[in-house]
Structures are given as C-alpha cells and as structure tokens.
C-alpha cells in the first residue's frame, strides 16, 4: 500500500490517521502515530501547505468528538456494539472500553491490511486485545443481504452505535440512501448513529477550490461534481430517526479550546451529526 507516487481513495485512510496524530492531546487518539509511514508524512506536509493548515485539527476534533459521543452513549443508552462503516485505520476499538464488540467494516484490502497489523502490533505488545470482527466488503457490487446478516450474527439483540465517517463524501445521493436504509434495518429504537458530512455552500470556497486542484494533481477522481455535500434537512428527514446534535469544526473548536489559526474560507468545515432512532 502507497507504493506509487500517487496516492488513491482507500490510501486516505493512512492520511487520516497521520492527522490524528499531529495532537494527541485534541484528538485523544494515543495509537494513530502507529500508521505513520514517509510517504502518509510526505503527502501530509503537501496537504497542509496547499490546502489547508488546519486540516490536521478537523481530523483531531472528529474524532475527539465521535470517541466522547460513543463513550456518553455506553454509558447512558447501555451501547455494546460499535459498528463503523468505512472504518479506514481508525483506533477506536483501542480508545473505548475494552467490553465493547466492534464491527470494522471496509474495502477487503483496508480490512486485510487492518487486521494483519493490530494482530502484529498486538503480539508486539504495542497494543491491547479486543474484540473485533473485520469486514470486507466491495461496494461495487451488491454486498447489502451478506452485510446485513454478518453484523446481525455479531450483533444480535445488543444496543449498537453505527459510526460513519469520511465516507460519504466519496460516495453518491443514492448510495448513501441505500446505506442509511440498511442502518435501519441493523439498528432498534434507541441505537445511535454518529456521521460526518460537507454542507453544499463548501463548494464554494477558496479551501474546497484548492482541495480540487490537489486533488486534480494527486488523485484521478477530482471533479467537484463527483464529490458528496450533504444538507441538515437530509439529516432532519432520514425515516424513523431523530438528529439529537449537530456540530461542526467551529462549535467543537470552542468546546475543546482550540484556536483557530485561519480565517473561515481557508478551512474544510466538516459538519458531524448525532442521530437516535425513534421507530421501525
């Protein structure tokens, strides 16, 4: 994996988790530094000087944020089961009590590759045992009934938090529809699903012009066109859930203490959402 000079989508994973561990202390992720490698640190430094300096602290504070949301829905709703969609190289399993049953679900390479480094790093003492259940799964063809009854023989009667992050930027309206209609058939009334997504009005700043552009040179899927934004009425209108938080980089930015170096134009505001399921 990032073996060429460019990078691919599924490589983003390795992006993410340099990000993460630029600021432990924000983002509280003391096992990202673990995927570190020189060209993830090349691209990185490219990345902040191109785009945008303050990418690596939007990646900090999602996942400050979802890690204290998972931890306040154990303990107050009684979650057991963490079920992220797009899991990438994300540490989660590793962060949040050891009790809790995770279901890693990506690209059979992201998982194959996934799996082979924890059980290393684990037999290394680098890392503490979990248990974990990889999934690979090829987007591309139809995968929902086998997914369906994999999670479902994983996760069976217990309470479940889906999480889904960096993913449905990349994906399309009726692909994203189509997951959140399988959320609904995993998840009863009270489970959790915590998401990250752009708003449309992204697509007109300075920072998105200058994502595209990286992209452009780096990446063969660079129209903006190709790129998801999503809506809060899209979050408002998912069938039989009810969107309990909304935040975004500036609003988590003030809760954890992070100054912000940039004006607003020159940074990705991500947008994240809490939902609950409230019917069947």
């Known amino acids: 994996m990032l073996g060429g000079n460019n990078i691919e989508i599924h490589e983003t994973a390795f992006v993410t988790s340099t990000f993460r561990a630029t600021d432990v202390k924000l983002s509280r992720d003391h096992f990202a530094y673990l995927w570190n490698n020189p060209k993830t640190e090349k691209w990185v430094e490219e990345y902040l000087t191109k785009v945008s300096s303050e990418e690596s602290f939007t990646h900090c504070l999602r996942n400050r944020y979802f890690l204290e949301k998972i931890n306040e829905h154990v303990s107050k709703n009684g979650i057991e089961v963490l079920i992220n969609f797009g899991a990438g190289f994300s540490m989660y399993p590793f962060l949040l009590d050891q009790n809790i049953t995770h279901i890693e679900i990506d690209k059979p390479e992201i998982v194959e590759y996934k799996k082979m480094k924890i059980e290393q790093w684990q037999k290394e003492a680098l ?54 209609q399988l959320f609904n058939l995993v998840q009863d009334t009270g ?42 009425e899209y979050y408002r209108n998912i069938e039989n859930y009810s969107l309990i938080d909304h935040q975004d980089y500036f609003s988590l930015s003030k809760t954890y203490y992070h100054k912000i170096e940039l004006e607003k134009e020159l940074i990705l505001n991500e947008n994240f959402y809490m939902l609950q399921k409230v019917g069947s």
């Open 127 to 180: 890392l503490p045992k979990r248990n974990i259940h990889f999934v690979g799964v090829d987007f591309s063809k139809e995968y929902k009934e086998g997914l369906l009854a994999t999670i479902n023989s994983v996760k069976g009667i217990k309470k479940c938090f889906i999480l889904i992050e960096g993913v449905l930027f990349f994906l399309d309206r009726e692909e994203t529809d189509g997951l959140f």
């Open 191 to 232: 489970d959790i699903i915590g998401s990250a997504s752009f708003q449309d009005e992204i697509k007109e700043s300075l920072v998105f012009k200058k994502l595209m552009s990286f992209f452009g040179d780096n990446i063969s899927k660079a129209s903006a066109s190709e790129y998801q934004t999503i809506p809060n």
